[in-house]
């Protein structure tokens, strides 16, 4: 998932399989907060840049060019949101299983 200055987040929501690693790369012109809620793995070693916040993860500050990942064990479906100081945007990671 690549973030930019025009769009934040796929307009259609994100399917992915399960064992996925998301990973997200800031190419906005300022740092860039992700919460991704309910998330069960954040633990593995592909996780880079987010912390457990009680809830899910949190990606903190991901500043320009910079990348973060995170990886998904478990199926379901997963609010996103991306918080830049121009504006937010809501939507779901949707977990299916590996075809």
Do not use: K
Request: include cysteine; hydrophobic fraction near 35%; charged fraction near 20%.
């Amino acid at each position: 998932m690549v973030l930019t200055d025009r769009q934040l987040l796929p307009a259609d929501g994100l399917r992915i399989p399960r064992y996925s690693t998301l990973v997200c790369r800031n190419r906005t012109s300022a740092p860039v907060d992700i919460h991704i809620g309910s998330v069960a793995c954040g633990t593995c070693e592909t996780v880079f840049g987010f912390e457990p916040d009680g809830d899910g993860a949190q990606a903190m500050q991901i500043a320009p060019g910079a990348i973060a990942t995170l990886c998904f064990h478990d199926i379901g479906s997963f609010p996103i949101s991306v918080h830049t100081g121009s504006g937010d945007q809501r939507n779901t990671i949707v977990v299916e299983e590996a075809r």
